[in-house]
Protein backbone atom coordinates (compact mmCIF):
# COMPACT_ATOMS: atom_id res chain seq x y z
CA UNK A 1 0.00 0.00 0.00
CA UNK A 2 1.78 3.65 -0.99
CA UNK A 3 1.08 6.76 1.18
CA UNK A 4 -1.86 7.91 -0.33
CA UNK A 5 -3.78 4.85 -0.31
CA UNK A 6 -2.49 4.16 3.21
CA UNK A 7 -4.00 7.93 4.27
CA UNK A 8 -7.54 7.23 2.55
CA UNK A 9 -7.92 3.79 4.15
CA UNK A 10 -11.30 2.93 5.35
CA UNK A 11 -10.00 2.32 9.07
CA UNK A 12 -9.27 6.12 9.36
CA UNK A 13 -12.99 6.51 10.39
CA UNK A 14 -11.91 4.61 13.32
CA UNK A 15 -9.28 7.30 13.69
CA UNK A 16 -9.39 8.94 17.73
CA UNK A 17 -10.64 12.48 16.93
CA UNK A 18 -8.53 15.33 18.43
CA UNK A 19 -10.84 15.72 21.89
CA UNK A 20 -10.45 11.97 22.72
CA UNK A 21 -9.04 12.57 26.03
CA UNK A 22 -5.53 10.55 24.84
CA UNK A 23 -4.92 12.66 22.46
CA UNK A 24 -5.89 16.06 24.19
CA UNK A 25 -3.15 14.91 26.69
CA UNK A 26 -0.44 13.80 24.38
CA UNK A 27 -0.90 17.75 22.36
CA UNK A 28 -1.97 19.85 25.32
CA UNK A 29 1.30 18.56 26.99
CA UNK A 30 3.60 19.35 23.58
CA UNK A 31 2.26 22.74 22.70
CA UNK A 32 2.69 23.82 26.83
CA UNK A 33 6.13 22.74 26.22
CA UNK A 34 6.70 24.87 23.21
CA UNK A 35 5.86 27.88 24.70
CA UNK A 36 8.39 27.74 26.40
CA UNK A 37 10.38 28.73 23.38
CA UNK A 38 8.01 30.51 21.07
CA UNK A 39 5.23 33.42 21.43
CA UNK A 40 1.96 31.38 20.76
CA UNK A 41 -0.73 34.13 20.77
CA UNK A 42 -3.65 35.22 19.18
CA UNK A 43 -1.51 37.09 16.77
CA UNK A 44 0.63 34.36 15.89
CA UNK A 45 0.27 32.43 12.64
CA UNK A 46 1.23 29.11 12.68
CA UNK A 47 1.05 27.04 9.26
CA UNK A 48 0.24 23.23 10.57
CA UNK A 49 1.91 20.84 7.51
CA UNK A 50 0.16 17.73 7.28
CA UNK A 51 -2.36 18.85 9.64
CA UNK A 52 -4.43 15.11 9.07
CA UNK A 53 -7.32 15.23 11.04
CA UNK A 54 -6.52 17.96 13.25
CA UNK A 55 -4.60 16.46 16.30
CA UNK A 56 -2.20 19.63 17.00
CA UNK A 57 -4.98 22.18 14.95
CA UNK A 58 -7.73 22.13 16.99
CA UNK A 59 -5.43 22.87 20.00
CA UNK A 60 -3.77 25.50 17.91
CA UNK A 61 -6.90 27.00 16.72
CA UNK A 62 -7.60 27.82 20.25
CA UNK A 63 -4.96 30.36 21.49
CA UNK A 64 -3.47 30.83 17.49
CA UNK A 65 -4.24 32.42 14.01
CA UNK A 66 -3.62 28.45 11.81
CA UNK A 67 -4.37 27.10 8.60
CA UNK A 68 -3.30 23.49 8.34
CA UNK A 69 -2.48 21.77 4.46
CA UNK A 70 -2.69 17.63 3.90
CA UNK A 71 -2.57 16.16 0.86
CA UNK A 72 -5.54 13.56 1.95
CA UNK A 73 -8.91 14.80 1.01
CA UNK A 74 -10.38 12.41 3.50
CA UNK A 75 -8.25 13.38 7.06
CA UNK A 76 -9.36 17.11 5.74
CA UNK A 77 -13.08 16.03 5.85
CA UNK A 78 -12.88 14.51 9.21
CA UNK A 79 -10.40 17.93 10.78
CA UNK A 80 -12.83 19.59 13.00
CA UNK A 81 -11.30 23.25 11.55
CA UNK A 82 -11.64 23.95 8.61
CA UNK A 83 -9.19 26.69 7.94
CA UNK A 84 -7.57 24.21 5.53
CA UNK A 85 -6.20 23.41 2.19
CA UNK A 86 -5.47 20.81 -0.13
CA UNK A 87 -1.66 20.96 -0.65
CA UNK A 88 1.65 18.39 -1.41
CA UNK A 89 4.51 19.22 1.41
CA UNK A 90 6.37 19.36 -1.13
CA UNK A 91 5.20 22.62 -3.16
CA UNK A 92 3.55 24.57 -0.42
CA UNK A 93 1.43 27.27 -1.90
CA UNK A 94 2.61 30.16 0.11
CA UNK A 95 4.81 33.31 -0.50
CA UNK A 96 7.89 33.19 1.30
CA UNK A 97 8.14 34.15 5.28
CA UNK A 98 4.16 33.93 5.53
CA UNK A 99 3.82 32.13 8.87
CA UNK A 100 5.66 33.40 12.27
CA UNK A 101 5.60 28.98 13.02
CA UNK A 102 5.89 26.70 10.42
CA UNK A 103 5.06 23.12 12.35
CA UNK A 104 4.37 19.24 11.20
CA UNK A 105 3.68 16.19 13.37
CA UNK A 106 4.27 12.78 12.14
CA UNK A 107 5.15 14.11 8.57
CA UNK A 108 8.48 14.01 7.46
CA UNK A 109 8.61 9.98 8.19
CA UNK A 110 5.92 9.23 5.17
CA UNK A 111 6.83 12.03 2.84
CA UNK A 112 9.65 10.85 -0.71
CA UNK A 113 11.67 13.59 -0.44
CA UNK A 114 12.42 14.73 3.37
CA UNK A 115 15.02 17.77 2.22
CA UNK A 116 12.69 19.12 0.10
CA UNK A 117 9.92 19.52 2.68
CA UNK A 118 11.53 21.15 5.12
CA UNK A 119 12.80 23.78 2.36
CA UNK A 120 9.52 24.44 1.91
CA UNK A 121 8.58 24.59 5.94
CA UNK A 122 12.16 26.92 6.16
CA UNK A 123 10.55 29.25 3.00
CA UNK A 124 7.63 29.81 4.24
CA UNK A 125 8.39 30.41 7.55
CA UNK A 126 9.27 34.19 9.02
CA UNK A 127 10.76 32.52 12.03
CA UNK A 128 10.45 29.60 13.75
CA UNK A 129 10.34 25.50 12.28
CA UNK A 130 9.08 23.05 14.57
CA UNK A 131 9.68 19.26 14.04
CA UNK A 132 7.73 16.37 15.66
CA UNK A 133 8.59 12.87 14.74
CA UNK A 134 9.02 8.94 16.26
CA UNK A 135 11.90 8.38 18.49
CA UNK A 136 13.13 5.53 17.03
CA UNK A 137 15.26 4.59 19.86
CA UNK A 138 12.33 4.17 21.75
CA UNK A 139 11.85 0.42 21.88
CA UNK A 140 7.89 0.41 21.30
CA UNK A 141 8.13 2.75 18.47
CA UNK A 142 10.99 1.29 16.82
CA UNK A 143 8.93 -2.15 16.81
CA UNK A 144 6.01 -0.39 15.67
CA UNK A 145 8.52 1.39 12.51
CA UNK A 146 9.90 -1.96 12.06
CA UNK A 147 6.87 -3.96 11.74
CA UNK A 148 4.28 -1.71 9.73
CA UNK A 149 5.52 -0.90 6.45
CA UNK A 150 4.09 2.53 5.66
CA UNK A 151 5.99 3.71 9.06
CA UNK A 152 9.45 2.41 8.12
CA UNK A 153 11.31 5.50 7.35
CA UNK A 154 10.71 6.07 11.06
CA UNK A 155 13.93 3.71 11.78
CA UNK A 156 15.93 6.47 10.80
CA UNK A 157 14.15 9.03 12.89
CA UNK A 158 16.50 9.00 16.02
CA UNK A 159 17.04 12.75 17.85
CA UNK A 160 20.46 12.92 15.67
CA UNK A 161 18.85 12.43 12.48
CA UNK A 162 16.11 14.91 12.88
CA UNK A 163 18.71 17.42 14.60
CA UNK A 164 20.77 17.02 11.50
CA UNK A 165 17.27 17.16 9.22
CA UNK A 166 17.08 20.76 10.34
CA UNK A 167 20.66 21.90 9.99
CA UNK A 168 21.55 20.53 6.47
CA UNK A 169 18.40 22.30 5.32
CA UNK A 170 19.27 25.84 6.79
CA UNK A 171 18.27 26.09 9.91
CA UNK A 172 19.38 26.89 13.38
CA UNK A 173 18.35 24.49 16.26
CA UNK A 174 17.42 26.65 19.25
CA UNK A 175 16.42 22.92 21.41
CA UNK A 176 15.97 18.93 20.27
CA UNK A 177 14.78 16.14 22.87
CA UNK A 178 12.77 13.43 23.16
CA UNK A 179 9.61 13.57 24.85
CA UNK A 180 6.79 11.61 27.04
CA UNK A 181 5.81 8.28 26.21
CA UNK A 182 2.14 8.77 25.33
CA UNK A 183 0.88 7.99 21.73
CA UNK A 184 -2.35 9.29 20.32
CA UNK A 185 -3.80 6.54 18.48
CA UNK A 186 -2.35 3.69 20.41
CA UNK A 187 -2.21 3.99 23.98
CA UNK A 188 -5.00 2.92 26.01
CA UNK A 189 -7.40 5.14 27.81
CA UNK A 190 -6.44 3.20 30.73
CA UNK A 191 -2.95 3.60 30.66
CA UNK A 192 -3.10 7.67 30.41
CA UNK A 193 -2.93 8.16 34.36
CA UNK A 194 0.24 6.11 34.30
CA UNK A 195 2.10 7.41 31.46
CA UNK A 196 1.22 11.30 32.07
CA UNK A 197 3.72 11.06 34.41
CA UNK A 198 5.81 10.50 31.84
CA UNK A 199 5.34 13.58 29.86
CA UNK A 200 9.20 15.04 30.28
CA UNK A 201 11.93 15.37 28.52
CA UNK A 202 13.92 12.10 28.29
CA UNK A 203 16.25 9.89 25.91
CA UNK A 204 13.48 7.19 25.36
CA UNK A 205 10.65 8.90 24.98
CA UNK A 206 8.45 8.48 22.21
CA UNK A 207 8.47 11.81 20.43
CA UNK A 208 11.28 13.68 19.29
CA UNK A 209 11.48 17.48 19.49
CA UNK A 210 13.10 20.07 17.11
CA UNK A 211 12.59 23.59 17.73
CA UNK A 212 14.27 25.86 15.10
CA UNK A 213 14.54 29.39 13.72
CA UNK A 214 15.52 30.70 10.51
Known sequence: MG???????????????????VVEAYVVSKIDVLRAYLELDST?????????????????????????VDFSEKMLAINPVKKTSLMDAENLRFDNNSYDVVFCHALLHHVD????????????SRKHVVLLEP?????LM??????KKEERKALHFSLDYCTD??????LRVVDSFSY????PNKTPSLALPLTRRFDFKQPWGMTNFVIAQK
Open 44 to 68: TKVLDVGCGNGFFMYYFDRICDVHG
Open 180 to 183: GLIV
Open 113 to 124: HIDRVVREMRRV
Open 142 to 147: FLFAAL
Open 3 to 21: QREFWHRAQLDRRRTPDHP
Open 135 to 139: NRSNP
Open 165 to 170: LAVRNG
